[in-house]
Structures are given as C-alpha cells and as structure tokens.
Nanobody
C-alpha cells in the first residue's frame, strides 16, 4: 500500500522548534516533488514548503520563510520540515504530500497523495 506517514508534531511554546518527518512507503518517491501544507481550524489548507525531486530547488511560503527548512533523503524515502521560531499562528495540522511532477508546484491540485497529518500546536 502506497502511503505517506507524518510524525514529529506536538505542543511547543512560542519561539520553540519542531522537526516534522514524512516517511513514504510502498514505492519510491525520489522522482517527485514533495510538499508540506497546513490547515488551521476554520481555514483552507495552505502551502508551506516544497522541494523538487533532487533537493536542488526549494520554495517556501512567505509566512514561514526564514523560519522553516525543508529537506529530503531519497535513500530513506523521507522528507523533513524543520520549524524554528514557532509562532502561535503556526498552529495547524501539517500534511506531507507527493506531487505529480518532478519540479516545484505550490498548488494543491498538483499533489496526488497525502498523509494523514500531524498536529502542531504553539502556545503563547
């Protein structure tokens, strides 16, 4: 069964850090762009960060630029999101997703496989 499984979420104080992981199983994802999205209560799911198939190109939403780092280990079929200087407005369920394409795309329809999500809560 092809699936993405996120881990690493939790409760952290403002200014703290978390490292999210996304493990892919069932097939290799090394030929695809991978992305992180988030969805806060009552809000639409939004783009956070994406990394192309090789890791050579990366793109961040303005809201997290300078505070988050996306990376991937294709040998381990895993994608990471390091989040620093967390703010209460970062509170959301974070989703890992696989794109249909090799290169960066920030739009939801470009992604055809999603994880179940991991909760990140930042207290003030």
């Amino acid at each position: 069964q092809v699936q993405l499984v996120e881990s690493g979420g939790g409760l952290v104080q403002a200014g703290g850090s978390l490292r999210l992981s996304c493990a892919a199983s069932g097939r290799t994802f090394s030929n695809y762009c991978m992305g992180w999205f988030r969805q806060a209560p009552g809000k639409e799911r939004e783009f956070v960060a994406a990394i192309n198939w090789s890791g050579g190109r990366i793109y961040y939403a303005d809201s997290v630029k300078g505070r988050c780092t996306i990376s991937r280990n294709n040998a381990r079929n895993t994608v990471y999101l390091q989040m620093d200087s967390l703010k209460p407005e970062d509170t959301a369920v974070y989703y890992c997703a696989k794109s249909r394409y090799m290169e960066i795309d920030v739009t939801l329809p470009a992604y055809d496989l999603w994880g179940q999500g991991t909760q990140v809560t930042v207290s003030s």
